[in-house]
């Protein structure tokens, strides 16, 4: 049921829930951690691995979305050639950058729920695919390219 959501929407869920959560009269009091230009400059860099990505997947024509029934290519390159995972490294980034922006210390929780849900939840079933797919080829990406850095 978890993958039914795209991840970039469970990024600002959390984000969006954590900051309302905040707003509670116990959590109100606490202090801000704010620092609005490292926090846009993560957001911003957050951006950049997903957006180069799908790109890159719509350019060698394989499937985007995580839960796609089967992808046409295995891609290794791009921002591929350093981590299995350069959309959700690019969704944590972002959704620590926008904690840090929004200073709610609550929200730092956020970067750790997309990091969870990424990780256990659609990798797992997107490795699991591409190994069904491409065998040996992607055993030794697996070999070649870590799963975060």
């Known amino acids: 049921m978890l993958r039914h959501i795209p991840p970039p929407f469970w990024a600002l869920l959390l984000l969006a829930g954590l900051y309302y959560l905040s707003e509670l009269p116990v959590l109100a009091e606490l202090p801000l951690w704010r620092e609005k230009r490292i926090g846009g400059v993560m957001m911003l860099l957050g951006l950049v691995p997903p957006t180069a990505s799908i790109m890159h997947f719509f350019a060698v024509g394989t499937q985007v979305h995580p839960t796609s029934a089967t992808n046409n290519k295995l891609v290794s390159s791009g921002f591929y050639a350093f981590t299995r995972n350069p959309m959700y490294l690019g969704l944590i980034v972002f959704s620590l950058g926008a904690a840090i922006w929004m200073g709610r210390p609550l929200m730092y929780l956020a970067p750790l729920g ?22 040996a080829e992607f055993d030794a990406y697996t070999q070649k390219v870590r799963r975060w850095l």
Request: charged share 25%; aromatic share 22%; no cysteine.
């Open 114 to 135: 997309v990091f969870a849900i990424a990780n256990w939840v659609f990798i797992p079933f997107e490795e699991a695919k591409m190994r069904r797919q491409f065998g």
